[in-house]
């Protein structure tokens, strides 16, 4: 499994459900990118293998706001 594969398993199943299928897999890279690019030590450690239960909360919290944030501003929310 790929780092942006573990980061998007820990987004909220209905903010998913909610991106039409169209725009879904830009709006997963172009986060993981972001959150790449940012937060490049948090990013790392979810390719260098399994990250610590911190840093998977960490993730969470970060992914999932950057995804109601970005809903709330297409009003998908």
């Known amino acids: 499994m790929t780092a942006n594969d573990q980061i998007i398993a820990l987004v909220k199943p209905e903010y998913l459900k909610k991106i039409p299928k169209l725009f879904r897999k830009h709006a997963t890279e172009s986060t ?11 990013y790392k450690a979810f390719e260098d293998g ?10 969470t919290n970060l992914i999932n706001g950057i995804f109601e944030e970005r809903m709330k501003k297409h009003k998908m929310m």
């Open 32 to 42: 993981c990118k972001l959150i790449a690019r940012e937060h490049a030590d948090l």
């Open 50 to 59: 399994e990250p610590t239960e911190s840093q998977k909360q960490e993730m």
